[in-house]
Structures are given as structure tokens and as C-alpha cells.
């Protein structure tokens, strides 16, 4: 992976529309919005950086690091938050 200053400049969502990120629902309609921005995430060299950003930030909504808010809950829940970024 190319050295960034910030991580966020190797970002593959870097050139997305960002509402793709932060679908209303989980399920419905956005369950495929949900699908689309993990696709984006699925291929991302700094898919990890972003998730740990998200947990470090308590960031509760919008897709980071291929996860949903729910997943990011789940995973602070049982304590899994460091090892999964």
C-alpha cells in the first residue's frame, strides 16, 4: 500500500457520492444501499484504518470500514473493536 500523510486520501469511497454511505435503513430499499457501499469498502486499502477510525470516534452512523452502525455496536459489545481493525 502507497504511504498516505492521511489515510483517508487512499480511500476507494474517496470519489463516491457519500449519501451512498449513510443509507436511512439497514433494511428495505437501504439494505441495498447498505450493499452497494460495502462493495466499495470490500476493495479498499485502508478499509481497516477507516473501521478503527469509527470506533476510536464512536462514530454511531453511516458505513465505515465495510461495517454498518450495527455491526460497529456488536463489535464494541464484545470487545472484538481492536482486533477487528
Given at each position: 500500500m502507497p504511504y498516505f500523510d492521511d489515510w483517508r486520501q487512499g480511500a476507494a469511497c474517496r470519489d463516491q457520492d457519500p449519501e451512498l454511505f449513510f443509507p436511512l435503513t439497514e433494511m428495505?430499499?437501504?439494505?441495498?444501499?447498505?450493499?452497494?457501499?460495502k462493495s466499495v469498502c470490500a476493495?479498499?486499502?485502508?478499509?481497516?484504518?477507516?473501521?478503527?477510525?469509527?470506533?476510536?470516534?464512536?462514530?454511531?452512523?453511516?458505513?465505515?470500514?465495510?461495517t454498518?452502525?450495527?455491526?460497529?455496536?456488536?463489535?464494541?459489545?464484545t470487545g472484538t473493536a481492536?482486533?477487528?481493525?
Open positions: 428495505g430499499p437501504g439494505a441495498r444501499q447498505v450493499d452497494r457501499a476493495g479498499c486499502p485502508v478499509r481497516a484504518e477507516c473501521l478503527a477510525y469509527a470506533l476510536d470516534n464512536g462514530l454511531d452512523h453511516g458505513i465505515f470500514g465495510g454498518t452502525e450495527t455491526e460497529r455496536r456488536a463489535l464494541r459489545r481492536r482486533r477487528a481493525a
